[in-house]
């Protein structure tokens, strides 16, 4: 049924939780191919120290934090490998929910599974939610692994 699950993760605990839905799913339904997918979002520099920073500094920065990520999320497909699922990796620039649904347009995924930090209220509006704005414009299903689906008891 599923050929290719697309898996967003930032980095946090709480988006990883959902990697343990994918592993269910990709292994269930034999899926060939997963994908984890990270979006770099741009500094904003208005206001920002950024802008003080000199921009050989900047650079560096953002190749380091780029090395991190990538050495990070080669870690989550290696565990996901391990159990028998194929992972692989990608990284995109930009806003999260335009990344992840037009990554998902793009590489015919076929279903994407992710977290939601479970914001609410003030914060929520503030900020907008990435699962939501996801569920909301994707051209494929999506399964949103809510915190408490996350724990362990």
Known sequence: MYKKILAPVDGSELSECSLAHVKAIAGGCNVPEVVLIRVVEPLRQAGMITGYLDEDLLLKMRADAELRIQDDLVKLADSL???????????????????????????????????????????RW??????DKVLRHSPVPVLIAAPKACRIS
Do not use: P
Request: proline share 0%; no cysteine.
């Open 126 to 131: 503030a900020m907008g939610s990435v699962a």
């Open 81 to 123: 490998n391990s159990d028998g699922v194929v992972a692989r990796t990608a990284i995109a620039h930009g806003k999260a929910a335009d990344e992840i649904l037009d990554y998902a347009n793009k590489n015919n995924v076929d279903l994407i599974i992710m977290s939601t930090h479970g914001s609410s209220g003030v914060a």
